[in-house]
């Protein structure tokens, strides 16, 4: 799978983390950076991820903060983003399963360590289950069309 990354300051030690176990998993990474605890805009990494998700030049995207928070807002500015916010693998495979989630959004001060590794593996590895959910994003989608 290719997969995006990006973060700032606050997110780069779980970013090497996760970068490290996906390209040992065989994935193909795009790292947007930032690549050091030095202060950084959050925006500029969530908005070069987000527009790689949407431009399909990637599979998915993950996006770290200190919240998560603003990267999740920056990334669904980008038509054609669903970012969700996981801090624990159940809200990873729900935001796949029920909201087609292709950007997952981590916190570095509120996302367990331990977990890290099981949320993003739960969030590639979830399907989207469509049926009463598709409805739902389907209403997403026109509202994006119509402005």
Known sequence: MKIALGCDHKGFAFKSLIKSRLMEQGHEITDFGTDSEKSADFADFALQTARAVAGKKVDRGILICWTGNGMAM??????????????????????????????LVLS????PREQITDIVDKFLSTEFEGGRHQRRLDKIKRYEDDN
């Open 108 to 111: 570095g001060k509120y996302t």
């Open 74 to 103: 920056a990334a669904n500015k980008v038509r054609g983003i669903r970012a969700g916010l996981a801090l624990n693998p159940e809200m990873a495979e729900l935001t796949r399963a029920h909201n087609d989630a292709n950007v």
